[in-house]
């Protein structure tokens, strides 16, 4: 395991996992965690083929309950310095949302604010029991910084999710899967276990093909169904030519599991 303080990069068969590491802040967010996810994400794409999907979890009680309003309140006085930490926020968020890998969240106790931004930004969320979700900016002045007042809306709908930002309430996971916002709701045990099994197994899918499939979902999201669907045809036309493709063929006529490249 390699210890890039305050986040535990390790590697579980071809699943790449980000471990936010200081339970004793309920995992908040400041500069050098931004750092260590973004430096995680290139390294699993550009230094290590072997790795097929992202795992984000957190250690302690809590996943994620926003950003490190210690390093906020010493930004303050420097607004240069505080448009950096929203602005490098922002575009490793982003990095992460456009990511070739798919990416699997486990949420586990509070997800709120900047953790709740965190979490939109991925792919597929798992969430214990009894986790609960909420976004508290505007019951102390602040507005999202980190791309929650787009993805909430996108994802949940623009009703919910402006009422999670006025109310500032948190729901519970049951409510938070039938919004959308979660995909899976485990027992608070089960939560690592049950997210890791799905990073395995949609590890075993064409890195490419994933790739491509996410990058159409998400481009199909921000542009006209039009430009889409003009996008998936070009892109399929294309991906038919691919070598996994033609692995993927040869094992549905085998009736064998697929074997892709790195």
Known sequence: MIQTSPVEISRAGAVGIIELARPEKFNCLSMSVHAAIEAAIDGFEKFDSGVRAILIRAQGKHFCTGADLDEVKSLRG??????????????????????????????????????????????IIFAAKDARFGDQHAQFGLIPGWGGS??????????????????????????????????????????????????????????????????????????????GLQLEEDLASAALLDDDVSEGLAAFEARRTPVFKA
């Open 78 to 123: 420097d607004p240069a310095r505080l448009k950096h930490f929203i602005s490098y926020g922002h575009s490793v968020l982003k990095r992460l949302e456009r990511s070739d890998l798919p990416v699997v969240a486990a949420c586990q106790g509070l997800t709120l604010a900047g953790g709740s931004e965190l979490m939109l930004a991925c792919d």
């Open 150 to 227: 787009q993805r909430m809306p996108r994802i949940a709908g623009l009703r919910r999710g402006l009422d999670l930002f006025f109310s500032a309430r948190w729901i519970d996971a049951a409510t938070a899967e039938q919004w959308g916002l979660v995909n899976y709701v485990v027992e608070p045990e089960q939560l690592g276990e049950a997210a890791l099994a799905y990073c395995s197994k949609i590890a075993t899918r064409s890195r490419i093909g994933m790739a491509t499939m996410k990058r159409l979902a998400r481009q199909g999201m921000e542009g006209s169904s039009e430009v």
